[in-house]
């Protein structure tokens, strides 16, 4: 099967997709998962926390508007990597022992899920729906390989229906996430689908990585109004095909 990447076709037994920023709207998702995170935070530890925290993990806010770093600990690290940080930060600010800190970051992520409305914060991108029919419909398994832990994820991808990937990996389901091979090795055991024989499609440089660390073909999708110039000429000197929109990928035979 050869499937067309905005102008580039690859061989492909199945494609990977990355799903914050790829199949969803990443912006929006941060936004609703930051203020729920901060408000947890200084219920927890008190308000006083919550800048160097943000701080620590690469956003701020200019009015209504949140900048993030795509680069940094929120736009491409794991849940468990920034809950890490979060407990480093208060216990560098001393909120007790280390043992504590973790507890309290752990109970700042929890209740920020527990709080999080799936229909609010995801939002699918154009041609998500159509996207994935289509590949699917020309046989091939489409997936999702995440940094995102799973109930989340099965949350956002819920959201697609009447639309079901055919399988999801999520950070929980491995040893460790995103650039290290281990979500596609299981996307690969899960799918019987040598994980060269993947195309993998994200908005990161993690995805990318992820992509060439199984010689997988790397496909970014890149969001020219949100990403500085530097940020995308990385993104297209790595990756093996670059598309604008999901709309720019199609099955050719």
Request: aromatic content about 8%; hydrophobic content about 50%.
């Amino acid at each position: 099967m050869r499937v067309a990447f905005g102008g580039a076709e690859f061989p492909c037994r199945a494609v990977a997709f990355d799903k914050d920023g790829t199949l969803f709207d990443s912006h929006h998702y941060w936004g609703v998962v930051e203020r729920l995170r901060a408000r947890a935070l200084a219920d927890l530890a008190g308000e006083a926390i919550v800048p160097r925290w943000r701080k620590s993990i690469g956003v701020g806010w200019h009015g209504d508007r949140l900048v993030i770093d795509v680069a940094g600990p929120y736009a491409v690290g794991s849940v468990l990597e920034e809950t890490i940080l979060t407990a480093t930060v208060l216990y560098q600010e001393g909120y007790g022992s280390w043992e504590h800190c973790r507890e309290v970051a752990q109970g700042v992520f929890g209740r920020a899920a527990d709080h999080l409305r799936p229909e609010e914060a995801f939002l699918p991108l154009d041609g998500a729906r159509e996207t994935l029919r289509a590949l699917q419909a020309a046989g091939l398994p489409v997936g999702v390989v995440t940094s995102d832990n799973r109930r989340p994820a099965e949350q956002a991808l819920g959201l697609l229906a009447p639309v079901q990937v055919d399988f999801l990996v999520a950070a929980d389901d491995v040893q460790r996430a995103k650039p290290f091979p281990d979500l596609m090795l299981r996307a690969a055991e899960v799918t019987g689908v040598a994980p060269e024989a993947f195309v993998v499609v994200g908005d990161s440089m993690m995805d990318l990585l992820l992509a060439k660390s199984v010689g997988a073909k790397a496909v970014a999708i890149v969001h020219r109004h949100l990403y500085s110039p530097e940020h995308v000429a990385g993104l297209e000197a790595a990756a093996d095909a670059v598309v604008d929109s999901l709309r720019q990928i199609r099955v050719v035979d």
